[in-house]
């Protein structure tokens, strides 16, 4: 794997130029996850960044007063067509506090929303999911944008949730250019590829035929052929 550095915006940000993106791509930065939220700012600034030749991602910042699907499907909208890498889930709200069993529900129901249209994998952090999903194990295997804000550019982290780490964001708020809001900075491994996690491993259920009139006993041995 190769640690590569990111950027994350918003609206807040504001509007992108070219020259902008450029800029921050001389700094070192190869990729931009871009908050869908705010129209105008996110076409902006996915243009811009994909004009210099930047991988783009997605996040969404749910509110769980909300309904997950409706305000997916909204945001979304707002890229207009425009392709980008991946979609990050965004789990921090605390105004509104379900049950455990209705955040993990609510988690689900806006990641099924994406899918077929885009990647999904989820930004939050430990102490967050730990108390708001009794640390669920229900999306392990999938991707985490994890926040540390520990000022430290690796990839060092706490595990939780069964995940796979993909991103670490270690700074918030920090200006970059003149002219802009504050960016948010990021550490990410580049993976061979953006395929969707294995499938669980588990228990099967074979089938034998017993031949009539067989006779069990107990610790009796059974051999069979695997086509």
């Given at each position: 794997?190769?640690?590569?550095?990111?950027?994350?915006?918003?609206?807040?940000?504001?509007?992108?130029?070219?020259?902008?993106?450029?800029?921050?791509?001389d700094m070192g930065y190869t990729k931009a996850i871009v908050n869908l939220w705010g129209r105008d700012t996110c076409?902006?600034?996915?243009?811009?960044?994909?004009?210099?030749?930047?991988?783009?991602?997605?996040?969404?910042?749910?509110?769980?007063?909300?309904?997950?699907?409706e305000r997916t499907t909204r945001l979304l909208a707002?890229?207009?067509?425009?392709?980008?890498n991946f979609l990050w889930?965004?789990?921090?709200?605390?105004?509104?506090?379900?049950?455990?069993?209705?955040?993990?529900?609510?988690?689900?129901?806006a990641q099924d929303a994406c899918t077929g249209i885009v990647y999904t994998g989820h930004y939050t952090r430990r102490e967050w999911w730990?108390?708001?999903?009794?640390?669920?194990?229900?999306?392990?295997?999938?991707?985490?944008?994890?926040?540390?804000?520990?000022?430290?550019?690796?990839?060092?982290?706490?595990p939780y949730g069964g995940f796979r780490h993909y991103m670490e964001q270690y700074a918030f708020d920090v200006q970059l250019l003149p002219g802009l809001g504050n960016f948010d900075l990021?550490?990410?491994?580049?993976?061979?590829?953006?395929?969707?996690?294995?499938?669980?491993?588990?228990?099967?259920?074979t089938t034998v035929e017993i031949p009539a009139g067989a006779v069990?006993?107990?610790g009796a041995t059974f051999t069979w052929a695997v086509s």
């Open positions: 794997m190769t640690i590569k550095y990111a950027v994350d915006c918003s609206s807040w940000t504001g509007m992108m130029s070219v020259a902008q993106a450029q800029a921050i791509k076409q902006s600034q996915v243009d811009a960044f994909q004009a210099v030749g930047m991988e783009v991602d997605g996040y969404i910042y749910y509110y769980f007063a909300q309904d997950p699907v707002n890229l207009d067509g425009r392709v980008i889930l965004d789990w921090e709200d605390d105004e509104t506090v379900l049950t455990i069993p209705d955040t993990i529900n609510y988690i689900q129901r730990v108390r708001r999903t009794g640390d669920t194990q229900v999306f392990a295997g999938q991707w985490i944008w994890d926040a540390t804000n520990d000022h430290t550019p690796d990839m060092s982290w706490n990021n550490v990410y491994e580049d993976p061979p590829a953006l395929t969707e996690p294995p499938p669980p491993t588990g228990t099967t259920t069990l006993n107990s």
